[in-house]
């Protein structure tokens, strides 16, 4: 069993930056995929970043060249840097650890980027 707890969302104006935080205990942390997905009111949700065992990551298109997926697994921990942040990437954040057979979610961080 993995526990997810996701922070550091928030309020931010266009063209700022906010680090999250995805923390997990348990397990074997270091063996899991973990995905940031977001989800916007009206919309589905959405991969943002993904960072493999080994330290492989992969992003969307519309936040690539701004976005930093990074892990401690040492600490049981992966981040997001977001920067040049955009209205449009409002929604709430979702860390999601995943393998074979296995997938799990934390509840959610707030990000609102407004002026």
């Known amino acids: 069993q993995v526990h997810i707890v996701e922070s550091g969302g928030g309020l931010v104006q266009p063209g700022g930056s906010l680090r999250l935080a995805c923390a997990a205990s348990?397990?074997?942390?270091?063996?899991?995929?973990i995905g940031w997905y977001r989800q916007a009111p009206g919309k589905q949700r959405e991969l943002v970043a993904t960072i493999s065992s080994g330290g492989s990551t992969d992003y969307a298109d519309s936040v690539k060249g701004r976005f930093t997926i990074s892990r401690d697994n040492a600490k049981n921990t992966v981040d997001l840097q977001m920067n040049s942040l955009k209205p449009e990437d409002t929604a709430v954040y979702y860390c999601n650890a995943r393998r074979v057979g296995y997938s799990y979610w934390g509840q959610g961080t707030q990000v609102t980027v407004s002026s």
């Open positions: 348990g397990s074997f942390f270091s063996i899991f995929i």
